[in-house]
């Protein structure tokens, strides 16, 4: 009786839709057109941690194709106080980094994708100056890593409607 409510619910999953992005490794239609997305410079620090970070989920076949496409991003980078003593000291801030993004076929300058992304991290703000610096930097790398994940998701969905 277990095995055959097991064969009927994989049945079931099975008939859900539900097919893998990255199916067929990186022969796949997706990873194809994310090799041949280029990444447009970044300014900041902040666009290199993210322009860095898109490269390097971009280039998932390992081979060099052509650009058929263009990713487009502007970032906002902001830093804002949150907790306060009674002598206004802070003592908690919210780094919030947002990025809005275009993708574009290069052929016909067609925009395929306009989109943003975004994600915060809180950071406590401690007596040593050196500290929270490194806190403020540690968490602008997560957050790079964070949006550059989500834009190359969109990205992908957006590739795989193309095919």
Known sequence: MRFVLALL????????????????????GVVQGLSAVQVAPIE??????????????????????TPRYRLDVQLDDSLESLGLLSDERVTRERRI?????????????????????GSDAGIDVVSSDYATI??????LERLSQVVADQIVTRVSLALRKQD
Not at 12 to 26: D, V
Not at 110 to 117: E, K, M
């Open 97 to 117: 980094l947002r990025a809005r993004y275009q993708l574009v076929d290069l052929s016909t300058g067609a925009i395929l994708l306009d989109a943003s992304a």
């Open 134 to 139: 490194a806190a403020e930097r540690a968490a």
């Open 44 to 65: 900041g620090r902040s666009g290199w941690l993210v322009a860095t970070a898109l490269e390097d989920r971009i280039s998932l076949s390992g081979s060099q194709a």
């Open 9 to 28: 619910t994989a049945c079931m999953l099975s008939a859900c839709g539900l097919q893998p992005i990255y199916a067929g490794g990186g022969s796949a």
